[in-house]
């Protein structure tokens, strides 16, 4: 291997993922795959020509700065969506490449009909609401605010969609406050109709709601964690599962994190490994270096604790997690050699270390640990 770590994404695992949630939700329902946060993790140009290939053809980002690099990875047409920050600037660009845009405020609903006045063309919106999540979102009162300007400027504003964010579906305990926001939605939603505007795409839900609250698919589910086969909860899969007689995952995981043996060394019963303190060789060991550490994205809540696989072996972390390196004990691993594969994340023989795993340990949801993995990691596509 050139590289000191790589990032394998399995293509038969977007398949199958793609290919469950499409069945799951059905024709009527639009998935817009969320690919924000280099598609968490997974790398925004690796894996938008994945999607594209199975059927996706509708993206949501977060930053304009991500619908760009959405923009440059397609080879057909297809719909970006940005559900967070663009500055002024980005406004005028989105416009003129017809990316779409929340649109949560009355600024940015200027800003979107000054420009679309000045490129003589449409900006494509959704209209936010504000429903109790108290994050961003037009409120009742400025909705009709809104209205009355996109009523004024109907040449410039396209109203593509109306949409809200719930506020933690993936958690039961959250079922009141979830239908407090979905009542606050309709009743908004009827606002917007009484006025002759009627959106083409109503959206509320990503993955956990779409899954828990079925009413929540309207006409768009914007879908991120459960594209790249990870569960949003323990929650959302038990109550999935629990109906089904078939008890198998349907989501398989498409990222794999793997390095290789950098250094081999005996150390002495007694000897501290590492930085400072944290580890003593309480017998004669054997240890392996690891050129990964917490810039590539492995954590350093993982110190002393994190595991990996060597020689189909687990294999745990010892002292604590470096910059650039990690130290592994494969004092229990036969014939292990400079340059042996060592799997970070995803499966050697029948063994697996799975992200959840890591998040477990270290107190870090699913997604911040994906989100993390540095986008300096060459990232390849394989089959599996
Ligand atoms: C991130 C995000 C999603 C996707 O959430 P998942 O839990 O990954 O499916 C959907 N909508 C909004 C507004 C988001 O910010």
């Known amino acids: 291997m050139i590289n000191n770590s790589l990032i394998t994404l399995n293509e038969n695992a977007v398949e199958n993922n793609i290919a469950f949630l499409k069945k799951k939700l059905g024709d009527k329902v639009k998935i817009s795959a969320v690919v924000k946060a280099n598609a968490y993790g997974h790398g925004i140009e690796q894996i938008v020509p994945l999607f594209e290939k199975y059927g996706i053809d509708h993206y949501s980002v977060f930053y304009y700065s991500e619908a760009i690099r959405v923009f440059d990875s397609l080879s057909k ?69 809104a209205i009355t300007k996109i009523k004024e400027n109907a040449d410039c504003i396209e109203i593509v969609g109306f949409c809200t964010h719930l506020a933690g579906a993936e958690s039961i305990s959250n079922h009141v406050r979830i239908q407090s926001q979905l009542k606050k ?32 698919r309207m006409d768009l589910v914007r879908i991120g964690i459960m594209l790249y086969g990870f569960w949003s909860s323990s929650e959302v899969y038990v109550q999935y599962i629990n109906h089904k007689n078939n008890k198998i995952n349907p989501l398989k995981r498409i990222l794999g994190w793997n390095s290789q043996i950098m250094a081999i060394k005996k ?29 590539f994205g492995y954590s350093r809540s993982l110190s002393n604790k994190g595991r990996v696989l060597i020689g189909g072996q687990r294999c745990s972390v010892i002292g604590v997690v470096n910059m650039n390196m990690i130290i592994v004990d494969i004092s229990h691993v036969d014939n292990a050699k400079v340059g042996d594969e060592v799997v970070l994340i995803g499966k050697q023989n029948d063994l697996e270390i799975k992200v959840s795993a890591f998040s477990e340990i270290s107190n870090e949801l699913n997604y911040e640990i994906l989100a993390h993995l540095s986008e300096s990691i060459v990232r390849t596509v394989i089959k599996q």
């Open 77 to 145: 047409p297809a719909t970006i969506m940005v559900m967070g920050w663009l500055c002024e600037e980005s406004v005028r660009g989105a416009i003129a490449r017809g990316i779409e845009f929340f649109v949560f405020n009355i600024e940015r609903l200027n800003f979107a009909i000054k420009y679309a006045k000045e490129l003589n063309s449409k900006a494509k919106i959704h209209i936010e609401a504000e429903t109790g999540m108290n994050r961003s979102g037009l409120n009742a009162d400025e909705l009709k605010n």
């Open 267 to 295: 150390v002495k019963s007694g000897e501290f490994i590492g930085y400072g303190i944290s580890y003593l060789a309480q017998t004669d060991i054997i240890t392996a270096l690891v050129p990964i550490g917490y810039s």
């Open 185 to 216: 939605y309709n009743k908004m939603l009827v606002t917007l109709g009484a006025n002759g505007l009627i959106p083409k795409y109503r959206h509320v839900a990503n993955s956990a709601a779409a899954f828990v609250y079925p009413k929540a």
